[in-house]
């Protein structure tokens, strides 16, 4: 009976009562395969209906430049996902290091950075065939990576590394003015 009405709650997207009813389910049975297998499905759903909401909530708070309370929510969100190597959640890092940065978490930032390359080379590696929009995100989020470890690199004195990851943005995007003058103002820095 529990099982039937975890199944409809689950059809009616209703997770947390399936999920509540497949958790009685294995109190009463806890060898029973059929709900231990349907709570996994239905706990990573549950995950991505989390993810959502804090990554949403996050992306507003940013927008309104509340960068301690948007960086909390991101890391809400990447906690529901485990850091987890998908373009959604490269794309929470990206974020979340703006916040850093506007927070002048300087050291942070850098290792947020390392993560964030870290995740956007995984990904690249682990799929074989990237459509082309998404390819085209992962160029940008990586861009935007480069550009803010060098930012804060610049910020800490270590212009040295800061130049040659600025050198590293521009070889992700040649054209970018931005980057090319802020890799002009670090080299006269030198």
């Not at 509540?20 to 706990?43: F, H, M, S, Y």
């Not at 708070?61 to 485990?82: G, I, M, N, P």
């Not at 373009?87 to 290792?111: F, G, H, P, T």
Request: charged fraction near 35%; hydrophobic fraction near 40%.
């Amino acid at each position: 009976m529990l099982l039937r009405r975890a199944r409809s709650h689950q059809a009616l997207e209703d997770y947390e009562a399936a999920k509540a009813d497949l958790d009685k389910i294995l109190i009463l049975e806890p060898g029973n395969g059929e709900a231990t297998g349907l709570l996994k499905g239905v706990q990573q759903k549950l995950d991505g209906v989390t993810f959502t909401k804090y990554r949403e909530e996050a992306n507003k708070l940013l927008q309104q430049r509340e960068f301690q309370a948007a960086l909390e929510a991101y890391d809400k969100a990447l906690k529901v996902t485990r850091k987890a190597t998908t373009l959604d959640n490269i794309a929470v890092y990206v974020n979340k290091i703006a916040c850093l940065l506007s927070l002048d978490k300087l050291e942070r930032v850098v290792s947020e950075c390392n993560e964030a390359i870290r995740l956007i080379r995984n990904y690249k590696n682990r799929y074989t065939k990237i459509p082309a929009a998404d390819m085209e995100r992962l160029k940008q989020m990586d861009l935007r990576v480069a550009v803010r470890r060098g930012n804060a690199l610049g910020k800490l004195q270590r212009v040295s590394e800061a130049v040659a990851e600025y050198e590293r943005a521009l070889k992700i995007d040649p054209t970018s003015a931005a980057v090319k003058k802020d890799l002009d103002l670090l080299r006269k820095a030198k």
